[in-house]
C-alpha cells in the first residue's frame, strides 16, 4: 500500500464528513468521495502532518462564490466521471495524515489519489478559499 505525499492540490479518495452531519453526532462519512487537500503543514515535534481537504461533489453548490466547478477536461485527466463537478470551499475537513478515512479508488485496492488539478486551477480555488474564509462563512470538521 503505497501512500501518496500529502500535498495541496492533490485529489485524494476521502470519506468526507460535512459540517451538517458532524452537527448532529456523525463521526462518519456517509460516502467516499474526491477531496482536494488545500493545506498540510508538517508537525515534525508531533511526528504529524496535518491535512485539511475541501469536498468535490456533483450537487450544485448554493451560492457560486463558495464553489469551483471542476472543467471536463480536468475531470476526464483525473479519471473521474462525466457530471459536473464543483469543489466546496466553504467547508473543510482536517486530520493527521493518513487518517482513517483514506480510501482507496475502486477497482485499485492500493491507489488512493486521482492526481493534482492543474495549478492554475488550483490558484483560483486557493483565491475563492481564502475570500470564503476570511468573510468568515468557512466551517470546520475535525475528524481526528
Known amino acids: 500500500m503505497a501512500l501518496p505525499d500529502p500535498q495541496p492540490g492533490l485529489v485524494i479518495s476521502y470519506s468526507y464528513l460535512w459540517h451538517y452531519e458532524h452537527n448532529v453526532g456523525r463521526d462518519e462519512g456517509a460516502k467516499t468521495r ?82 493534482f488539478l492543474p495549478p492554475r486551477l488550483f490558484d483560483r480555488l486557493m483565491g475563492k478559499l481564502l475570500e470564503v474564509w476570511t468573510s468568515g462563512q468557512g466551517k470546520f470538521t475535525p475528524r481526528d
Do not use: Q
Request: aromatic residues 8%.
Open 34 to 115: 474526491p477531496c482536494v487537500i488545500v493545506l498540510a503543514i508538517d508537525r515534525p515535534d508531533e511526528g504529524t502532518i496535518m491535512v485539511r481537504v475541501a469536498p468535490v461533489t456533483h450537487s450544485a453548490p448554493g451560492t457560486a462564490s463558495s464553489a469551483v466547478e471542476i472543467p471536463s477536461a480536468v475531470k476526464r485527466h483525473l479519471g473521474l466521471d462525466g457530471a459536473r463537478s464543483w469543489v466546496i470551499l466553504d467547508e473543510v475537513n482536517e486530520f493527521a495524515w493518513p487518517g482513517f478515512d483514506l480510501s482507496p479508488i475502486p477497482p485499485s485496492r492500493d491507489r488512493f489519489a486521482y492526481g
